[in-house]
T-cell receptor, first 114, second 114 residues
Framework: KAGVTQTPRYLIKTRGQQVTLSCSPI?????VSWYQQTPGQGLQFLFE???????NKGNFPGRFSGRQFSNSRSEMNVSTLELGDSALYLC?????????????FGPGTRLTVL | KQEVTQIPAALSVPEGENLVLNCSFT??????LQWFRQDPGKGLTSLLL?????REQTSGRLNASLDKSSGRSTLYIAASQPGDSATYLC?????????????FGQGTILTVHP
């Protein structure tokens, strides 16, 4: 069974631009969560989608948004990029039917904002 | 607000040693606790998931325990090997009014030298 895939793996953007990251969950998984990882703040929860609906949201500004499609694939968008948005963005998928199931992470997208 | 702390921040041991990594959390209203490992520049690999009703989980040389009432979990690694070198992260899946959010500790960087 294929794991969680994320595209692109690396991205370089300049301040003020916007970016879209993509995540394909494990087949059969309906929940997709997004996390930002930086050396200073560690791993921080962005949001979680389940059956095309945002189920939970972390404490990030409105520049960070996401969506989920009917096939459970998810995209995350960051508008008006700032230098501080440079990070590893990780997505995780799970069955999502119960809060107790395991989350499986993708390899991440490394975003660099210049 | 849930806070997760991992001690020690870094650990260096010779091959063959048994070791314990510690994780504490401030809000005991959790659904589960998950231990991950992260290799440099890569995503997270799930090691063990302990539901809030469980006391421990075992997988091979790994054993994780959970004491929800005291807000503590430990990850025990038996007979450590150089391949165990990685960053180990614990994460709690919230319950109560913040259900569904995964909160991570800052991690323990483990180095096992031959």
């Amino acid at each position: 069974k294929a794991g969680v895939t994320q595209t692109p793996r690396y991205l370089i953007k300049t301040r003020g631009q916007q970016v879209t990251l993509s995540c394909s969950p494990i087949s059969g998984h309906r929940s997709v969560s997004w996390y930002q990882q930086t050396p200073g703040q560690g791993l921080q929860f962005l949001f979680e989608y389940f059956s095309e609906t945002q189920r939970n949201k972390g404490n990030f500004p409105g520049r960070f948004s996401g969506r989920q499609f009917s096939n459970s694939r998810s995209e995350m968008n960051v508008s008006t990029l700032e230098l501080g948005d440079s990070a590893l963005y990780l997505c995780a998928s799970s069955l999502g039917g119960a809060w107790g199931d395991t989350q499986y992470f993708g390899p991440g997208t490394r975003l660099t904002v210049l | 607000k849930q806070e997760v702390t991992q001690i020690p921040a870094a650990l260096s041991v010779p091959e063959g040693e048994n070791l314990v990594l510690n994780c504490s959390f401030t809000d005991s209203a959790i659904y589960n606790l998950q231990w991950f490992r992260q290799d440099p520049g890569k995503g997270l690999t799930s090691l063990l998931l302990i539901q809030s009703s469980q006391r421990e989980q075992t997988s091979g040389r790994l054993n994780a325990s959970l004491d929800k009432s005291s807000g503590r979990s430990t990850l025990y690694i038996a007979a450590s090997q150089p391949g165990d070198s990685a960053t180990y992260l614990c994460a709690v899946r919230a319950g109560g009014t913040s259900y569904g959010k995964l909160t991570f500790g800052q991690g323990t960087i483990l180095t096992v030298h031959p």
